[in-house]
């Protein structure tokens, strides 16, 4: 079974910082591509922040700057360090992993930027 779960989501104000992070059963966890995505209330969800087995990374331009994807394979770990926080970041966030065949997504967190 696979499982994916996140953490690190709360309130915080503007231009705060938060990390999320995302642990991740396998044990093949380093292959697989791993990446962040949110979802605001009434909005689709969203690609936010993309890191491959190589750690190439892709990032949603809103974020670019902002945001920075890791990931720690021998923890099966990803995160997500965000800074400068906006209240447009508002929203909650999945850890996702792509096997290709199928994804695998975690239960979410909840990021809320407000003063």
């Known amino acids: 079974q696979v499982q994916v779960v996140e953490s690190g989501g709360g309130l915080v104000q503007p231009g705060g910082s938060l990390r999320l992070s995302c642990a991740a059963s396998?044990?093949?966890?380093?292959?697989?591509?791993m990446a962040w995505y949110r979802q605001a209330p009434g909005k689709q969800r969203e690609l936010v922040a993309r890191?491959?087995?190589?750690?190439?990374?892709v990032y949603a331009d809103s974020v670019k700057g902002r945001f920075t994807i890791s990931r720690d394979n021998a923890k099966n770990m990803v995160s997500l360090q965000m800074n400068d926080l906006k209240p447009e970041d508002t929203a909650v966030y999945y850890c996702?992993?792509?096997?290709?065949?199928?994804?695998?997504w975690g239960q979410g967190t909840q990021v809320t930027v407000s003063s």
């Open positions: 890191i491959n087995s190589g750690g190439y990374t």
């Open positions: 996702n992993q792509d096997r290709g065949f199928q994804d695998y």
């Open positions: 396998g044990s093949i966890f380093s292959i697989y591509t």
